[in-house]
């Protein structure tokens, strides 16, 4: 099935670094979802972006829509212990009459304190 | 706390076994889905319920079997299922594009 090319697969950074991670596609997109989950429990939806070179923050999280609507990036700003688990990215594709939400892979986070 | 809950968050069955699966969604949500997670995997959608009716099924085995009465309430009714179905089942609702999701059932088939 499709799929987003998520990247980076993992990342182990130090308490305090900046983090950069992004989403890549063939494919145009309407909408970028962007959510983080905690082990044992559900995606936690972070960040939405609607138009193209859309630029939106969320605390330390910032997220911008690509301007071509075929990639999207997220950065976390002077990383915290509690910002460990996966991040994926979805992106929103409409075929047609049918719209489909389509799943990144994950970038998985580990902070050392 | 999402507003999406499922139950159990755990469970064990054997192969033999007829198990539920319940999702219930206080968000006043039109739409609700079942998605499956497994290891180095993308999320994988399963159904998708609008205003109580299926709007899709991708391809899943009839051993799934879901269930909507009414727009806060989703299940998925197991039997027969095999090692391989051992997943995170995640349910999710959503007005629009962005989709809301509960805790997830981890399920382990023996």
């Known amino acids: 099935g499709q799929q987003l090319n998520q990247s980076p697969q993992s990342m182990f950074i130090q308490e305090g670094e900046d983090v950069s991670m992004n989403c890549t596609s063939s494919?145009?997109?309407?909408?970028w979802l962007w959510y983080k989950q905690d082990p044992g429990e559900g995606p936690v939806l972070l960040i939405a972006l609607y138009k193209a070179g859309e630029l939106t923050s969320n605390g330390r999280l910032t997220a911008q829509f690509g301007i071509t609507r075929k990639d999207s990036f997220l950065n976390i700003s002077a990383s915290i212990p509690s910002d460990v688990g996966i991040y994926f990215c979805a992106g929103l594709l409409n075929a047609g009459n049918n719209r489909k939400l389509i799943w990144g892979l994950g970038t998985s986070l580990a902070v050392n304190p | 706390e999402t507003g999406v809950t499922q139950t159990p968050r755990h469970l064990v069955m054997g192969m033999t076994n007829k198990k539920s699966l319940k999702c219930e969604q206080h968000?006043?949500?039109?739409?609700m889905y079942w998605y499956k997670q497994s290891a180095k995997k993308p999320l994988e959608l399963m159904f998708v319920?609008?205003?109580?009716?299926?709007?899709e099924n991708n391809s899943v085995p009839s051993r799934f079997s879901p269930e909507c009465p009414n727009s806060s309430h989703l299940f998925l009714h197991l039997h027969t299922l095999q090692p391989e179905d051992s997943a995170l089942y995640l349910c999710?609702?959503?007005?629009?594009?962005?989709?809301?999701f509960g805790p997830g059932t981890r399920l382990l088939v023996l």
């Open positions: 968000l006043g949500h039109n739409a």
């Open positions: 999710a609702s959503s007005v629009q594009e962005t989709q809301y």
């Open positions: 319920y609008n205003f109580k009716e299926q709007t």
């Open positions: 494919s145009i997109f309407n909408t």
